[in-house]
């Protein structure tokens, strides 16, 4: 199928099933329970977890094949959410068209800043790339403030002239952004008991989007130039000695990283026609970074799981404030009740970046290959014990488990 690998296409397969049945699987608890704080079936973080999963598996042709290390891929992302609005003002709101620019300019962006920024490997590749990034955040306060808006950030006005399309919507409001006439912000909604499952028409868009995005990361991972880019990570010096230059495919990695980078920056402001210059900051381009490592370098699906869980935690555990765990706890006695309350909730709401730290601190300690070093472990572990059948180990010596990607 398509040219995938038996592996590879039951990868394909499972992550397809994940993400069109994600509206029943982040809903596992009922609406009115007091475990639905945990539920995240909700349009607006569904469509996170697929956007950021895209910007990771991106960065990850870059630093998981080829080692290098971007401190700067959120410019990209902020170009292309700043390129699709701009579409959205002057064409039309149809999201593929600004798609399809926020690619390009991206692309272009990334191909200009990485033929600059690979001249050195290393930290200094890493120092470079956040200097680019950060002249970027601060042009787009100053300089740029004619294109970017500055502070207030770019955004959907009546006045635009959408030669294209509608300069305002029948009611007189601002139109909203549509594929052919499919609203983003359609959402249907299924009521099974005390579920409510929400079915979204702009979740659905990037979720096939993602999974294109995924499978074209396949491709490059199996290909000849992706086994290019793992020699690079290996050992480029020996590579330059043979007489083969490199940079010409890892100036292809960056841009093509920068690319993924700049469509799910167009999809952000598909989803919500707004750009900021926030989206550029380098605590975005970190975030990105704790994603795949945090799922897994180098895999392939390691960083849609890193992208998954810094997303939950920032939107779940953040708002699970101190009346939400004195409700939980209300049944303990007033004193330990307090005391449990005030412990946990320095994990939770604003404290939930110590909780998000601690795990990272654990799986880079514990598992350096990430989340998916964790399932193969366990996979691996399953095996061992289905297949001892209660005889000497030492006769049936453990196989090396397949690394799942």
Known sequence: MFGLEKHDKTLMIV??????????????????????????????????????????????????????????????LGVGSYSAVWMFKLLSMNVLPAIILSVI??????????????????????????????????????????????????????????????????????????????????????????????????????????????????????????MMLRAVKTNQTRMNYTGLNT??????????????????????????????????????????????ILGGAGTLLGPILGAGAIKYFENIFSKINENVLHDWFSWLPGGVEDFVVWVLSRFTGDGWHLTLGLMFMLVVIFLPGGLMEGGNRIRARLKSKGGDGGKDPEHHPKETPHVAE
């Open 105 to 226: 300019v991206a692309g272009v962006f990334s191909l200009l800043i990485g033929f600059v920024s690979l001249r050195r490997s290393g930290i200094y590749f890493s120092i470079l790339t956040l200097a680019f990034a950060q002249m970027s955040f601060n042009l787009a306060y100053s300089v740029l403030t004619p294109i970017t808006n500055g502070e207030t950030g770019l955004q959907i006005t009546l006045k635009d002239p959408r030669i294209l399309g509608t300069q305002a919507a029948a009611d007189g409001s601002i139109p909203v952004t549509n594929l052919f006439g499919a609203e983003m912000r359609s959402t249907y909604e299924l009521v099974i008991g005390p579920w409510d499952f929400q079915f979204n028409v702009g979740y659905y868009l990037c979720a096939i989007i993602m999974l294109a995005s995924f499978y074209v990361a396949i491709r490059i991972f199996r290909s000849p130039f992706g």
């Open 15 to 76: 992550v397809a099933i994940l993400a069109f049945a994600a509206p029943f699987i982040l809903n596992p608890f009922p609406t009115g329970s007091g475990l639905a704080q945990f539920n995240a079936g909700y349009p607006d973080l569904m469509q996170r977890f697929v956007i950021f999963g895209i910007f990771a598996i991106g960065f990850n042709i870059l630093f998981g094949l080829t080692g290098y290390l971007s401190f700067g891929h959120a410019a990209f």
């Open 247 to 292: 940079r010409p495919y890892t100036l292809a990695a960056f841009v093509i990283s920068g690319m993924y980078a700049g469509l799910a920056g167009g999809l952000l402001a598909s989803m919500d026609p707004l750009a900021g210059a926030e989206r550029m900051q380098w605590t975005a381009s970190g975030e990105v970074v704790i994603m795949t």
